[in-house]
């Protein structure tokens, strides 16, 4: 049974420019959740998606934008990346919105 | 403050010790507590949830205080392999889990 898959694992990327992570959630769940985790910090809620729709966001700028496909793997795109936004960015998986949270490895992002 | 605080760390303890980490959260309409775990770039791992009557895992236990707002876990006897960071972890029915910094944890022999 896989779990969590995310890709890209690395990718560097330039100021101004859009990257698009992508994940998989394990199997059975139909909810996706992405977080932004900065060095020495912890997780940073991002948005959560259901059924193809975005039901919960955090404090992020419009930036951060998502999708779900019917499959329910999830991308979460950020675009005009900042130096701010380099981190790990982690998507976590659940069945329903409050069961546990299973995460990927997650893609970590260099902006440069 | 934040919605989630979570002591400073790190914690260097030798193998064997006891030691505590201390959680405190601002939003009384949490319902949910957990202790996540996360190893060094690694992604984090749910430790064990936390219930208002209290629990134990082995040699880990999660306390958790209502009326404070406070949630603790202690563990016992410390060994190597529990160096990691602890992330203290909450939510509200139905919203996303919202985590702590977290305290980091170092077990030297």
Redesign the interface.
Known sequence: DAGVTQSPTHLIKTRGQQVTLRCSPKSGHDTV?W?QQAL??????IF?YYEEEER?R?NFPDRFSGHQFPNYSSELNVNALLLGDSALY?CASSQG??G??F????SRLTVL | RKEVEQDPGPFNVPEGATVAFNCTYSNSASQSFFWYRQDCRKEPKLLMSVYSSGNEDGRFTAQLNRASQYISLLIRDSKLSDSATYLCVVNQAGTALIFGKGTTLSVSS
């Not at chain 1, 020495?40 to 809620?45: E, H, L, M, N, V």
């Not at chain 1, 995460?103 to 997650?106: A, I, K, P, Q």
């Open positions: 959740s977080y020495g910090q912890g997780p940073q809620f959560q919960q955090g982690l919105g409050s546990e949270l995460f990927g490895e997650g």
